[in-house]
């Protein structure tokens, strides 16, 4: 699990409801497209995972946390990976 967390503006309730929809910003024209964690919920979900936002409100900063399944590689899970030789490539 990847987690982020900021001591930014926060979000209300409306804003975390509609975060992840295509198109969704609060900014200002000009400013963003509103893709960027349509995006990015959509690479997640598509490999397995899931992301999930909480924020206490405004003010208050906002956590992401992103959830992936482990590969498997060579019949290896990921974790089990060997580390190659300097200069070379696994």
Same mark, same amino acid.
């Given at each position: 699990m990847l987690t982020v967390t900021d001591d930014g503006c926060g979000m209300t309730e !409306? $804003?975390? !409801?509609h975060l992840f929809e295509p198109f969704? &910003? +609060?900014r200002k024209s000009g400013q963003g497209t509103g893709l960027g964690l349509s995006i990015v919920h959509r690479i997640v979900t598509d490999h397995g995972g899931r992301i999930e936002v909480s924020s206490g409100g405004p003010g208050l900063g906002s956590t992401f +946390? $992103? &959830?992936l399944p482990l590969a498997q590689v060579g019949g290896m899970a990921a974790g089990g990976w060997e580390r190659a030789a300097p200069g070379r490539a696994a």
């Open positions: !409306e $804003v975390l !409801e969704f &910003t +609060r +946390r $992103v &959830t």
